[in-house]
């Protein structure tokens, strides 16, 4: 392996990556993720990509072109920069890269990210066989725009649900998106710190939680110049409802600070007497092919078909823990106890995995009861069919209780 690069659902365009090797493990951290990113680990091709996420407001754009095939590169490329554009010729010798600046003060923005396209006839950024024959690419880069040193917090990825579409981005790029603790959940959050300037910088980092306890912090923090460091940050959640983690820090240009909120959710029902039940919901990833709309039963009271208010994605799970709201027969109906029943219609193959109840309070805490994650499927016979089969006309069928997983 030569070299990794990631694609994120939060920023257009591949990113060079650093990564280490730890015996036969290959690390690649990831300054930035919310939603979904994809690594790719390349022994050989050419690629096109930009080192950074972030550029500070009178910064240099960096474009990176790698070499890892045993032939020289020639790369002739457009770049489109708001309403200008330049034209660049480069060679890039066998095994070796080669960086194209750009000024970054005229790359138009919008919500806090500049974005730069770029045209060539060698395809660069998607690996082929034979990239000079592919067809001509037109890419497009986006990066956040941010101080000269900025700081970042990111949750564990499988806490992040609910990524904002519209992404109107705030100091935190997950800000907007929900993310999930469950009480007396120990999780490591990251800190990313980018040194945009062209002077190494010493941290000593400040961690205030609310809603958690910090047991783990970084005591300092070198950043090389223009470069990003990552360090873990381990949180304990506390009491269920809002909460939130905040770091500062003296910087040679001023104090730097990031603030993510997140939620911590009671693993049973709440027991204060003046916590109401405001609305009830199912969360699960569910694949399905075939037509019809599943019928959810709870404590035996008919609450809601599955996909109503959604557009479904047959032949492909749903995002993690999405939530598909019940009606309001859900909310006197559910309890300590629980039994939740799903029914497919015929010719439909339904497949459920991390089920669970979601119980959300007037006074804005949530209550999250988990099934059994193993896999269902009905009918048992179908070629697709997966873990725990359920014969063709019967239900699936799950109990849920609180603090446990059950059937």
């Given at each position: 392996m030569k070299a990794a690069y990631v694609v994120t659902a939060d920023l257009l365009g591949p990113r060079s990556m650093d990564f280490n090797r730890k015996g036969s493990e290959i690390v690649v951290n990831i300054p930035r993720h919310r939603s979904a990113s994809a690594v790719l680990l390349a022994?050989?091709?050419r690629f096109l990509s930009t080192p950074k996420f972030g550029?500070?407001?009178d910064n240099q754009v960096q474009l990176r072109l790698d070499n890892l095939s045993p032939k020289p590169w020639q790369w002739n490329g457009k770049i489109a920069i708001g309403a200008t554009s330049v034209e660049r010729s480069v060679t890039v010798a066998p095994g070796a890269s080669e960086i194209i600046t750009l000024s970054a003060e005229d790359m138009p923005r919008k919500y806090g990210v500049a974005t730069f396209a770029v045209e060539s006839a060698t395809r660069g950024v998607i690996p082929t066989i034979?990239?000079?024959?592919?067809?001509?690419?037109?890419?497009?880069?986006e990066m956040v725009v941010e101080p000269a040193l900025a700081a970042l917090l990111a949750p564990p990825p499988a806490t992040v649900f609910a990524g904002d579409r519209d992404r109107p981005w705030e100091p935190s790029l997950f800000a907007r998106s929900r993310v999930d603790l469950m009480q007396g959940d120990e999780r490591d959050f990251q800190v990313a710190l980018t040194n945009h300037t062209t002077s190494e910088v010493t941290l000593t980092p400040r961690f205030s939680a609310q809603g958690a306890s910090a047991l783990a912090t970084p005591q300092q923090i070198v950043v090389p110049a223009g470069a990003t460091k990552t360090a873990a940050v381990t949180l304990q959640a506390g009491a269920p409802g809002a909460g939130h983690l905040v770091i500062s820090a003296e910087a040679p240009n001023g104090q730097i600070q990031a603030k993510l909120p997140f939620n911590v959710n009671a693993t049973s029902l709440l027991v204060d007497p003046a916590a109401k039940v405001k609305s009830v919901s199912?969360?699960?990833d569910v694949f399905h092919t075939g037509p019809g709309n599943p019928e959810v039963t709870l404590n035996g009271v008919k609450v809601a078909r599955l996909f109503d208010g959604w557009t479904s994605h047959p032949y492909s799970w749903y995002a993690a823990g999405?939530?598909?709201?019940?009606g309001e027969a859900a909310v006197p109906a559910v309890g300590s106890a629980n039994e939740v029943r799903l029914a497919p219609p015929d010719g439909m193959l339904l497949k459920v995995r991390n089920l669970a109840l979601v119980v959300n309070y007037e006074d804005g805490r949530t209550a999250i009861l988990r099934a059994n994650p193993t896999v269902k499927s009905a009918p048992a016979n179908s070629a697709m069919a997966e873990g725990k089969l359920v014969p063709r006309g019967e239900p699936m069928v799950w109990q849920l209780l609180s603090n446990t997983g059950d059937s």
């Amino acid at each position: 392996m030569k070299a990794a690069y990631v694609v994120t659902a939060d920023l257009l365009g591949p990113r060079s990556m650093d990564f280490n090797r730890k015996g036969s493990e290959i690390v690649v951290n990831i300054p930035r993720h919310r939603s979904a990113s994809a690594v790719l680990l390349a022994t050989g091709d050419r690629f096109l990509s930009t080192p950074k996420f972030g550029v500070a407001p009178d910064n240099q754009v960096q474009l990176r072109l790698d070499n890892l095939s045993p032939k020289p590169w020639q790369w002739n490329g457009k770049i489109a920069i708001g309403a200008t554009s330049v034209e660049r010729s480069v060679t890039v010798a066998p095994g070796a890269s080669e960086i194209i600046t750009l000024s970054a003060e005229d790359m138009p923005r919008k919500y806090g990210v500049a974005t730069f396209a770029v045209e060539s006839a060698t395809r660069g950024v998607i690996p082929t066989i034979d990239p000079d024959q592919a067809p001509k690419p037109s890419s497009t880069f986006e990066m956040v725009v941010e101080p000269a040193l900025a700081a970042l917090l990111a949750p564990p990825p499988a806490t992040v649900f609910a990524g904002d579409r519209d992404r109107p981005w705030e100091p935190s790029l997950f800000a907007r998106s929900r993310v999930d603790l469950m009480q007396g959940d120990e999780r490591d959050f990251q800190v990313a710190l980018t040194n945009h300037t062209t002077s190494e910088v010493t941290l000593t980092p400040r961690f205030s939680a609310q809603g958690a306890s910090a047991l783990a912090t970084p005591q300092q923090i070198v950043v090389p110049a223009g470069a990003t460091k990552t360090a873990a940050v381990t949180l304990q959640a506390g009491a269920p409802g809002a909460g939130h983690l905040v770091i500062s820090a003296e910087a040679p240009n001023g104090q730097i600070q990031a603030k993510l909120p997140f939620n911590v959710n009671a693993t049973s029902l709440l027991v204060d007497p003046a916590a109401k039940v405001k609305s009830v919901s199912l969360a699960a990833d569910v694949f399905h092919t075939g037509p019809g709309n599943p019928e959810v039963t709870l404590n035996g009271v008919k609450v809601a078909r599955l996909f109503d208010g959604w557009t479904s994605h047959p032949y492909s799970w749903y995002a993690a823990g999405t939530r598909y709201p019940l009606g309001e027969a859900a909310v006197p109906a559910v309890g300590s106890a629980n039994e939740v029943r799903l029914a497919p219609p015929d010719g439909m193959l339904l497949k459920v995995r991390n089920l669970a109840l979601v119980v959300n309070y007037e006074d804005g805490r949530t209550a999250i009861l988990r099934a059994n994650p193993t896999v269902k499927s009905a009918p048992a016979n179908s070629a697709m069919a997966e873990g725990k089969l359920v014969p063709r006309g019967e239900p699936m069928v799950w109990q849920l209780l609180s603090n446990t997983g059950d059937s």
